[in-house]
């Protein structure tokens, strides 16, 4: 069996352009709400983990009822192309409000700012589930770790493009010292980025084809399944297989209450600990980044050796180890260095040991059906941390110090190692060796 590179290729444009906005918006959103609006740390915290509260009840929601939509373009696509069209025009008025509030503040402007950003956050949260569904809805089980591996790829390449366009247009030379950025040109950047993604996905993925086509596929392999029918046309999960999705949703969400923590934060951390402005912490990141890039399809390839469970494992391990060394490195060095370039690669490296495997390791739990309800399970789990963690980081960063941050990564990422222990179920599963030799020929 081999997995359509080209269709999987394409169907991760979704996730490019997911992720090039929130890369932007972790990284821009926070320097807009301190240096502009001059919050502090527990309330900027506080608004940067609605987008998590708001995707808390969206993801699950939407998710559910992509599964249920059935239009002549898919059940998914019509979530994606709405979603994408109202964030494109959206995240384009708030570099204009900012801009606005700096040259004469005002009570409106503040209100207006929070009501387009809550907005924006409605409009991403329509169509993140139903675009990362749609990976699973064309791909056989046994296949996606390593589909999840160039869809992680993708979204990489999303945030790496972000990542040097802010480098090149806000280098440290040019921002270094200034009351107030302009933002403007960079959110238009990104939202053109979207705006094409989306449109090649729309052009050349036929959703309804390649659902119909992989459905026939699974119905001929019933192993696939964990799932028991209860005869209502509802997913039945046995017990056991119930306790491992729990500790693997707990495990999720520790990792990313570690992992988040640094995102938001990281580039608010390097200007008060390193003075380093957005340019020089999107060059680190875009190390990290980079780092992932090279890793997710080796990273898929190994899980499909050795497993999905111990290669998050091994991930785990390695992720808190570097969070460990960025707050030795933060405290002894005053500037950005080659040290601290391999450290930020080496977190990308572990991050995709991570990220390619545990959606596939949920929704391998359920049946074909259900997979937009169960990448929304994964995303409350995702999500939930991501509400917690920028109000508590942040708190302690202020109450404490700063380079309490990457204390509090690496010991909310460790213990994911402990909940990961206790799940048994959703593991790479040996391929059948019957029925399949049609499908290699699909592979163009």
């Not at 169907?11 to 490019?16: D, N, P």
């Not at 569904?133 to 589909?147: E, G, I, Q, W, Y």
């Not at 053109?192 to 993604?197: E, R, S, W």
Request: aromatic share 10%; glycine share 8%; net charge positive.
């Amino acid at each position: 069996m081999k997995l359509n590179l080209k269709r999987t290729f394409i169907v991760g444009l979704a996730f490019l352009s997911i992720c090039a906005f929130w890369q932007m918006y972790d990284n821009v959103i926070p320097l807009i709400l301190t240096n502009t609006f001059h919050l502090n740390e527990t309330y900027s915290g506080a608004i940067m983990a609605a987008d998590n509260v708001l995707a808390l009840v969206l993801l699950p929601l939407f998710g559910s009822l992509s599964d249920k939509t059935d239009t002549k373009i898919g059940k998914r696509m019509p979530f994606i192309l709405f979603g994408t069209g109202m964030a494109v025009i959206l995240m384009n008025i708030l570099p204009i409000l900012d801009n606005s509030y700096y040259k004469q503040a005002s009570s409106f402007k503040v209100i207006s700012f929070v009501v387009v950003l809550g907005l924006l956050l409605i409009a991403m949260g329509t169509y993140r589930s139903p675009a990362v569904a749609l990976m699973p809805d064309v791909t056989p089980k046994p296949l996606r770790s390593k589909a999840n591996a160039i869809i992680n790829l993708m979204g990489a390449v999303g945030g790496i493009i972000y990542l040097a366009i802010a480098a090149v247009l806000y280098p440290n030379s040019k921002t270094l010292g200034l009351d107030h950025v302009n933002y403007q040109i960079l959110f238009i950047v990104v939202s053109a980025i979207m705006f094409v993604a989306v449109g090649l996905l729309y052009l050349f993925v036929k959703e309804p084809e390649l659902v119909k086509e992989n459905k026939k596929l699974e119905e001929a392999h019933p192993e696939w399944n964990l799932a028991e029918d209860d005869g209502s046309g509802n997913e039945k999960l046995p017990p056991e297989v119930k306790r491992s999705l729990g500790f693997l949703l707990a495990s999720i969400a520790l990792w990313f209450i570690g992992y988040n923590a640094v995102t938001t934060w990281f580039t608010t951390y390097v200007s008060v600990v390193m003075g380093q402005g957005l340019g020089g912490a999107s060059t680190c990141l875009l190390v990290a980044t980079a780092g992932a890039i090279v890793s997710y399809i080796p990273i898929g390839n190994i899980a499909s050796r050795i497993g999905r469970k111990k290669t998050i494992m091994g991930g785990i391990i390695l992720l808190s180890t570097m969070f460990a060394a960025g707050f030795v490195l933060t405290s002894i060095f005053d500037s950005i260095n080659v040290i601290m370039f391999i450290s930020f690669a080496l977190v990308g490296l572990a991050w995709a040991a991570i990220n390619v495997n545990s959606l596939p390791m949920v929704v391998e739990m359920c049946k074909g059906s259900d997979i937009g309800k169960f990448t929304g399970y994964y995303y409350t789990a995702s999500m939930s941390a991501q509400i917690v963690t920028p109000i508590l980081a942040g708190t302690l960063m202020r109450l404490i110090s700063y380079k309490i941050l990457f204390i509090y990564a690496a010991f909310f990422v460790l213990c994911s190692f402990v909940t990961m222990t206790q799940v048994k179920h959703g593991d790479q599963k040996i391929e059948a060796k019957k029925g399949l030799a049609a499908y290699e020929d699909m592979d163009d």
